[in-house]
Nanobody, 119 residues
Framework: QVQLVESGGGLVQAGGSLRLSCAASGRTFSSYVMGWFRQAPGKEREFVIDINRSGFSTDYAESVKGRFTISRDNAKNTVYLQMNSLTVEDTAVYYC????????????WGQGTQVTVSS
């Protein structure tokens, strides 16, 4: 069982930056691929970015390419999402998620943190 708790959301002006954190419980954090998803009002949840167990490989949505980066600290059981050059289209609830490296679907989800970008 893995519990995920996001933090760091808030209100920011367009062009600004935010860093989200996701703290995970348990002793097997390094066994999990970690991802960030988001859901904007009236839209389906979408994949944003993920990072493999070692932290050396990431995948991301085209909409965040060059603006968002993900990192992890396995010693601290934490994954980070650095968001730069934010636009109003980035406004959403951001969710942290975890999946075992040998499965394709995310099993564990955080409660989400709101990110609002104002124009």
């Amino acid at each position: 069982q893995v519990q995920l708790v996001e933090s760091g959301g808030g209100l920011v002006q367009a062009g600004g930056s935010l860093r989200l954190s996701c703290a995970a419980s348990g002793r097997t954090f390094s066994s999990y691929v970690m991802g960030w998803f988001r859901q904007a009002p009236g839209k389906e949840r979408e994949f944003v970015i993920d990072i493999n167990r070692s932290g050396f490989s990431t995948d991301y949505a085209e909409s965040v390419k060059g603006r968002f980066t993900i990192s992890r600290d396995n010693a601290k059981n934490t994954v980070y999402l650095q968001m730069n050059s934010l636009t109003v289209e980035d406004t959403a609830v951001y969710y942290c998620a975890a999946r075992r490296f040998d499965v394709s679907s995310y099993k564990y989800w955080g409660q989400g943190t709101q990110v609002t970008v104002s124009s």
